[in-house]
Structures are given as structure tokens and as C-alpha cells.
């Protein structure tokens, strides 16, 4: 473990195809972020497997048409919607890995990853969250959200601890190639931390999940424009 950035843990991770490996084991990884809040895991992802969700990702959400609320797998574009309790822009890509409830070309290209994602939440959160719905109704749901160049956007907020207990976002775009400004900030014993130049692609942030935190404007100065690819892309698995 090394500390790049003050009070941030940097623990080193990577792929095989099936599952993250990381350089400290899962459970120790877990107290760490319930005890001080963050960690980020280095290279847990390859990038060229990522840019293909990225791009994979956005051709769907061009070419079906956005829903505001669905049983399938399904996407929508938020611009400061007036009846939200947090201010914000984004593009969210709402997927459901259960059978019927996704296209079959879509489910093989984001599975994987997402699979990773879950099995490393329950290891390091003590969970034993799923893609379907648990005897209390409670299940994962995978979403990769695009917060646009052009001033895209999450106010502070927080989420209650449980049922989730850690919380995961991917970084799914590259600062200088597709945005240069902004990023995801989280407050710990009043003192903020940002991960705007050192949460590359592949990496996965960890976080308590009571921590406020929030996305800064997004290449502000630039026209929004939601045809575009621009902007900061995560992959995340809220579970409710």
C-alpha cells in the first residue's frame, strides 16, 4: 500500500478475465475504508477492455430512446431536473443483468466487469448482494454514467451506510482525452479529497457510503451537447 495523494490509500489491483486481484486481501481492505473512508485501487481494470464498454455504451444510448423510468434495461438524461433533491446533469445508463431484461449483444459486453464489481463489493463490504432481487427485494443495479463536457454535474450528497456499506465507481474515461476538467470530491473529518487527477481509467475508487461527496462541473467552459461522447464516464453498483 502507498499514500499518493495524503489520506488516500493507493493499493495496487488487476484483471484476469473473471475476477480483481488485489496486492492486500479484501477483508483488510474493507476495514480500511470503514475506517478511514477511501482507498483506490490502482489499475484494476485494463483500459482497452474499458473503452470498449465506453464506446459499446454510448452507441446504445444514441440509438434507443431514453425512458424515465423502465423494467428493462433502460437510460435517461437528467439536466438539472427541477423535482430532484440534488442538483445535477448526467447521462445514466440503467442496466438490469437479469434474464429478458437486457439485450443479449449488451449484457456479453458489460457482464464481466460488472460480475467483478459485485464479488469485490461483497468481499470487501461483507455483503452477499446479487443481480436479482433478494428475499427482502434488495438487489445490485448496474449503471455506467456519462457527466457531460459542458458542465456535467452531481451536488453533495450522502446514501445511508446500509445496505451497502462500501461504494464502488470505475473510471471509465481518460482526463485529457475525454475531458480535461473535474472530477468526484468526498469530505472525511472535514477535509476534502479530490480524485481528479488520480483517478485514471481502470481504477476503482472505495468508499464509505455515508461519506458526502460530489462531482464537480465537468469542462464547464464547453457547449453541452449530449449527442457527444465527452465527458467523465464511471461505472457504478448502488444496491437497494
Not at 429478458?100 to 452477499?128: S, Y
Not at 481502470?202 to 457527444?228: C, K, S, V
Amino acid at each position: 500500500m502507498s499514500e499518493i495523494v495524503p489520506g488516500i490509500t493507493i493499493i495496487d489491483a488487476s484483471y484476469d478475465g473473471a475476477s480483481i486481484s488485489t496486492a492486500v486481501p479484501a477483508q483488510e481492505i474493507g476495514d480500511l475504508v470503514v475506517r478511514d473512508g477511501l482507498a483506490l485501487l490502482k489499475g484494476a481494470f485494463p483500459a482497452d477492455l474499458l473503452r470498449g464498454i465506453l464506446d459499446g455504451v454510448f452507441a446504445w444510448g444514441q440509438t434507443t430512446a431514453p425512458q424515465r423510468e423502465a423494467e428493462t434495461s433502460s437510460h435517461r438524461i437528467d439536466e438539472r431536473p427541477v423535482k430532484s433533491q440534488t442538483p445535477h446533469t448526467f447521462h445514466s445508463h440503467n442496466f438490469q443483468l437479469c434474464p429478458g431484461a437486457i439485450d443479449a449483444e449488451m449484457d456479453t459486453l458489460i457482464r464481466p466487469v460488472f460480475t467483478a464489481m459485485r464479488d469485490l463489493q461483497n468481499a470487501v463490504a461483507k455483503t452477499n448482494a446479487g443481480f436479482e432481487p433478494d428475499p427482502a427485494g434488495r438487489l445490485m443495479r448496474p449503471q455506467v454514467i456519462q457527466y457531460p463536457s459542458g458542465g456535467g454535474f452531481f451536488g453533495k450528497h450522502v446514501h445511508p451506510l446500509e445496505p451497502q456499506r462500501v461504494g464502488l465507481i470505475v473510471g471509465l474515461s481518460e482526463k485529457g482525452r475525454d475531458f480535461n476538467n473535474g472530477g468526484t470530491i468526498f469530505r472525511v473529518d472535514n477535509t476534502d479529497y479530490s480524485f481528479e487527477d488520480t483517478h485514471d481509467m481502470g481504477d476503482i475508487i472505495l468508499f464509505r457510503y455515508d461519506l458526502p461527496h460530489w462531482i464537480t462541473p465537468i469542462d464547464a467552459n464547453e457547449q453541452l451537447d449530449w449527442t457527444h461522447q465527452a465527458g467523465r464516464w464511471t461505472m457504478v453498483l448502488p444496491y437497494y
